[in-house]
């Protein structure tokens, strides 16, 4: 990874696990949406810095589990 690049982010769901208590769409809706039956879907699985802050706050505020937020600082 060259220097000042910010690491690769991925942000996955657990679709089995959700419970559509919509706290992720909310937080973060640029990277989350929600189904016809009102479960999680992942907008942008790779968002940029800008939205770190909003997906991490999805992921603890999740009462599933449901959110996966992964950096990988070598870009894998």
């Known amino acids: ?4 690049r910010p690491a690769e982010a991925l942000v996955t769901a657990d679709r089995d ?14 990277v989350f ?4 039956d009102g479960y999680v879907l992942v907008r942008d699985p790779r968002p940029g810095p800008d939205a770190r802050e909003a997906v991490l ?20």
Do not use: K, N, T
């Open 17 to 30: 696990a959700c419970i559509g208590a919509a706290q992720c769409a909310y937080s973060a809706p640029d």
């Open 57 to 76: 706050e999805a992921v603890d505020l999740c009462p599933a589990r449901a959110i996966l937020f992964r950096e990988a600082a070598d870009g894998s």
């Open 33 to 36: 949406d929600q189904d016809d």
């Open 1 to 4: 990874m060259s220097a000042g």
